[in-house]
């Protein structure tokens, strides 16, 4: 039962966001996430699949369920891109050194319940994020 | 409806616009150029753009959206965004975007009523 669920993608084309949201989606409807929290989680996966292919070129996105005293599902997306300046300021909402509205990392995190950043300067970015099943 | 398939259709002076469920990058960008080249081919005066089946509304698919509406508006014309889903009128709010000046409908029954009302309004004005 530890392994409910898992699985990995290359992010390298546009396309595979769209497939990196039908596969999120899959995963969260098997662990049995309600309507609206599969919504939140792939919307996340969809700002963090993007992220990587606009400003890292390409990365991997894995999954897993998490089956300990907590259920949930844990995503981890990983770029060898150019890293963030500034984690705590991209985690300001309005920020963006991109083409984008800088809504996606604060807004990711209100999405889920728990996100990491953990990124290098001219090695990459890893972004954890979980959501507990609540029952 | 396939994925990727952007439904163009006008009813009177309004075009109705459905976007397919999980639309890629490339889809919603056109949907943009489709959709103000299609205002000027038929000289509308109105445009829905129903999203009842659409799944997921992110940072980029929001901001074309916006910006179509604000196109549209340049060129004369009134939007109403029909038929967001209640999944994803939470996710996109605590993800943070607004749809600041846009307007909203239930369905699409309800967006054509809107746009009726708000021409029939701009013509006794005229």
Same mark, same amino acid.
Request: glycine share 10%; hydrophobic share 45%.
């Given at each position: 039962?530890?392994?409910?669920?898992?699985? #990995?993608?290359?992010?390298?084309?546009?396309n595979?966001i769209v497939m990196a949201r039908k596969?999120?989606r899959?995963?969260?409807?098997?662990? !049995? /996430?309600?309507?609206?929290?599969?919504?939140?989680?792939v919307?996340?996966?969809s700002?963090?699949?993007?992220?990587?292919?606009?400003?890292?070129?390409?990365?991997?996105?894995?999954?897993?369920?998490?089956?300990?005293?907590?259920? !949930?599902?844990?995503?981890? /997306? #990983?770029?060898? !891109?150019?890293?963030?300046?500034?984690?705590?300021?991209?985690?300001?909402?309005?920020?963006?050194?991109?083409?984008?509205?800088?809504?996606? =990392?604060?807004?990711?995190?209100?999405?889920?319940?728990?996100?990491?950043?953990?990124?290098?300067?001219?090695?990459?970015?890893?972004?954890?994020?979980?959501?507990?099943?609540?029952? | 409806m396939p994925n990727g398939?952007?439904?163009?259709?006008?009813?009177?002076?309004?075009?109705?616009?459905?976007v397919p469920s999980d639309p890629d990058d490339?889809t919603v960008?056109?949907?943009? #150029?489709?959709?103000?080249?299609?205002?000027?081919?038929?000289?509308?005066?109105?445009?829905?753009?129903?999203?009842?089946t659409v799944e997921t509304v992110d940072? /980029?698919f929001?901001?074309?959206?916006?910006?179509?509406?604000?196109?549209?508006?340049?060129?004369?014309? =009134?939007?109403?965004?029909?038929?967001?889903?209640?999944?994803?009128?939470?996710?996109?709010?605590?993800?943070?975007?607004? /749809? #600041?000046?846009?307007?909203?409908? =239930?369905?699409?029954?309800?967006?054509?009523?809107?746009?009726?009302?708000?021409?029939?309004?701009? !013509?006794?004005?005229?």
């Open positions: 039962m530890n392994t409910l669920c898992q699985g #990995e993608m290359l992010i390298d084309t546009e595979d596969s999120v899959e995963a969260a409807v098997t662990l !049995g /996430f309600g309507v609206t929290d599969v919504t939140r989680i919307t996340a996966a700002e963090l699949t993007r992220n990587i292919y606009v400003y890292a070129g390409s990365g991997i996105m894995r999954w897993h369920s998490i089956n300990d005293s907590n259920v !949930g599902l844990e995503l981890v /997306f #990983e770029d060898k !891109g150019p890293g963030i300046i500034d984690v705590k300021l991209a985690m300001e909402p309005g920020y963006s050194t991109g083409k984008g509205l800088g809504m996606g =990392l604060p807004g990711t995190k209100r999405l889920m319940d728990e996100m990491d950043v953990l990124s290098e300067i001219g090695k990459g970015t890893t972004i954890r994020i979980r959501k507990w099943l609540r029952q | 398939t952007v439904s163009v259709i006008k009813i009177r002076d309004i075009l109705l616009v459905t490339i960008s056109e949907l943009q #150029e489709q959709v103000l080249y299609a205002m000027e081919r038929h000289s509308a005066k109105g445009l829905i753009l129903d999203i009842s940072s /980029f929001a901001r074309t959206i916006s910006e179509t509406v604000k196109m549209v508006a340049l060129m004369g014309g =009134l939007s109403v965004l029909s038929g967001m889903r209640a999944c994803v009128a939470v996710t996109t709010t605590q993800l943070g975007l607004t /749809f #600041e000046q846009t307007l909203t409908a =239930l369905d699409v029954d309800r967006a054509m009523d809107m746009l009726s009302v708000a021409m029939d309004d701009k !013509g006794d004005s005229a």
